[in-house]
């Protein structure tokens, strides 16, 4: 991602140059600018709210993804399968909507409305959520 703080550097002994967050060229004017013109302003806005965009699309593709393989292998609203299983379906156990944890410490966790809970044996129980969400 990028950075928002600017890139100085020292060219001559006495002088520190601010870079262009866009393009690295040397910033003349007020000090409190942050690009060399308003070209590079804008420009590094819409590219920064692509970047963003399109985080958003992949995180939004592997949460959707991961509540298709748990609701696909639990129609009845619960079962219990191997953590292989859900990888081999190409689920990422890195990405989920929520938590919720148990009077007991258990911790499941939610792709939208289909959960799991894994198990220490490498299995997990699959769950759908109005049982266990408030
Ligand atoms: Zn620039």
Not at 51 to 71: A, E, G, H, M
Not at 78 to 83: A, D, G, M, N, Y
Not at 109 to 130: A, M, N, P
């Amino acid at each position: 991602m990028y950075t928002l703080v600017n890139v100085y550097i020292r060219l001559y002994p006495y002088k520190m140059d601010k870079l262009c967050l866009n393009c690295s060229k040397t910033i003349i004017g007020r000090a409190d600018k942050k690009f060399c013109s308003s070209y590079c302003r804008s420009a590094f806005h819409y590219e920064q709210k692509g970047q963003q965009t399109n985080l958003v699309r992949r995180v939004n593709y592997i949460l959707k993804k991961n509540r298709d393989i748990i609701s696909k292998l639990n129609p009845k609203g619960k079962t219990r399968v191997s953590k292989t299983t859900l990888l081999t379906k190409g689920f990422n156990f890195n990405y989920f909507t929520n938590i919720y944890r148990t009077k007991n410490e258990h911790e499941y966790r939610f792709c939208y409305d289909q959960g799991y809970i894994e198990w220490e044996d490498g299995s997990c129980t699959l769950v759908v959520k109005q049982e266990y969400v408030e």
